[in-house]
T-cell receptor, first 112, second 113 residues
Framework: KNQVEQSPQSLIILEGKNCTLQCNYTVSPFSNLRWYKQDTGRGPVSLTIMTFSENTKSNGRYTATLDADTKQSSLHITASQLSDSASYICVVSVGNDYKLSFGAGTTVTVRA | DSGVTQTPKHLITATGQRVTLRCSPRSGDLSVYWYQQSLDQGLQFLIQYYNGEERAKGNILERFSAQQFPDLHSELNLSSLELGDSALYFC????????????FGSGTRLTVV
């Protein structure tokens, strides 16, 4: 069964600090892995997308890493801002790209 | 604006009723996907259409149906509504077969009372 597990379920950090979110997957065959940011009540917005051959990808203060051997990915948020408060969802694409496996998300709360 | 347009943004209806949610994909995108997100839950894939044809089905109830029209917009029909159908319904679009350009709309919030 294709599964995507994210940890932690939620975390609280102080403004200006860094944090790292984890994503482990058992999806096969792997196509690509995406990280999305979802503000409460809004649609998910893509942050990064990585294929099998990519190890890291950055989007501003967001840096995603991928280890296809261990089937792990992380999303690092640098110098967090209040606007980073959101749910971060790891999504793994299976095979032909129209089947996506979604993680349950990590809820990040940034406090002043 | 993501380019994926969903209407209406909010919908309140009574149990047993039927509603239609509409999605217009980004210009050039042939695939439309529908997702359901219940309170504090992850996104659940419902169904995908590609260029007017059903391509993949997820956890979609028999009371729900969808279609994609020649102009590529899609409608999700929810009938015999139950309280548990209250959720955010998202539409996403992509160019089939590519690893990029998978974009979500802002969603329709359905409340069944």
């Amino acid at each position: 069964k294709n599964q995507v597990e994210q940890s932690p379920q939620s975390l609280i950090i102080l403004e200006g600090k860094n944090c790292t979110l984890q994503c482990n997957y058992t999806v096969s065959p792997f196509s690509n892995l995406r990280w999305y940011k979802q503000d409460t009540g809004r649609g998910p917005v893509s942050l990064t997308i990585m294929t099998f051959s990519e190890n890291t990808k950055s989007n501003g203060r967001y840096t995603a890493t991928l280890d296809a051997d261990t089937k792990q990915s992380s999303l690092h948020i640098t110098a967090s801002q209040l606007s980073d408060s959101a749910s971060y969802i790891c999504v793994v694409s299976v095979g032909n790209d129209y089947k996506l496996s979604f993680g349950a998300g990590t809820t990040v709360t940034v406090r002043a | 604006d993501s380019g994926v347009t969903q209407t209406p943004k909010h919908l309140i209806t009574a149990t047993g009723q039927r509603v239609t949610l509409r999605c217009s994909p980004r210009s050039g995108d042939l695939s439309v996907y529908w997702y359901q997100q219940s309170l504090d839950q992850g996104l659940q894939f419902l169904i995908q259409y590609y260029n007017g044809e059903e391509r993949a089905k997820g956890n979609i109830l028999e009371r729900f149906s969808a279609q994609q029209f020649p102009d590529l917009h899609s409608e999700l029909n929810l009938s015999s509504l139950e309280l548990g159908d209250s959720a955010l319904y998202f539409c996403a679009s992509s160019v089939q077969g590519l690893n990029y350009g998978y974009t979500f709309g802002s969603g329709t919030r359905l409340t069944v009372v």
